[in-house]
Each structure stands twice: as C-alpha cells, then as structure tokens.
C-alpha cells in the first residue's frame, strides 16, 4: 500500500527559498494525482497546491500563486513543491497527500485525499 514520505522542511529566513519533496514508499506518486496541505499552530490544515497525476494540470492556492510551483519528477517517484520568497505566514506543517476522489474544480477538499503523509516542518523567520 502506498506510503507517501515528505522531506526538504527546515528553517529560513523571509525572502528565502525551500524545495520540500513527497515521495512514494511502498508504491508509486507515478500517475497519482497530488496535493500539498498546511496546518499552522492553531488553525485549520490549507490547501496549497495540486498537480495532475499526468501533470497537465496545476493549482495554486492564491497565497502562494507566483512563488510556489508543484512539478513531477517521474524518474525519482516524487512530486515537488519549490517555494520561494517565502513569508513569516507560509510557517506550518507542510503534508502531502493522494487525491483519489472529485475533480479539478475544486482539487484541494481534503475530504477526496486517502493517502496522507506524516508532515515537514516550514519555518520562516528571521
């Protein structure tokens, strides 16, 4: 069964730029269709980001639209997310998950993801 891993979290300071990755265990993102969450302290888990399991197709959620970009790396089995100029409220746990349900209207309801993994730690602070 599909485990999905993240890694690339860390410190940074405002302005500055991390690439965190999600990457298939126990199976393959190959084909999967892929979503980026965020839960900071206190509020509820965010939709960031989705990419297509062909990759035709991206979504950004508006906060992060022109600084962060979802892509596909097939040969390495992970989808990843570069976020740059990066901002003391981008800081939260950042989870990636398999969409397994619903369209592209709407691609980031949590409740059509099945697969989930454990969290990166974001944080941007100088």
């Known amino acids: 069964q599909l485990q999905l891993v993240e890694s690339g979290g860390g410190l940074v300071q405002p302005g500055g730029s991390l690439t965190l990755s999600c990457a298939g265990s126990?199976?393959?993102?190959?084909?999967?269709?892929i979503g980026w969450f965020r839960q900071a302290p206190g509020k509820e888990r965010e939709g960031v980001s989705y990419?297509?399991?062909?990759?035709?197709?991206?979504y950004y959620t508006t906060s992060v639209e022109g600084r962060f970009t979802i892509s596909r790396d097939n040969a390495e089995n992970v989808v990843r997310l570069q976020m740059n100029s990066l901002r003391p409220e981008d800081t939260a746990v950042y989870f990636c998950?398999?969409?397994?349900?619903?369209?592209?209207?709407?691609?980031?309801?949590?409740?059509?993801?099945?697969?989930w993994g454990q969290g990166t730690q974001v944080t941007v602070s100088s």
């Open positions: 990419i297509s399991g062909l990759g035709s197709v991206t």
């Open positions: 126990k199976g393959t993102v190959n084909g999967a269709a």
């Open positions: 998950a398999r969409k397994v349900y619903g369209g592209i209207v709407d691609p980031l309801r949590p409740s059509d993801y099945d697969t």
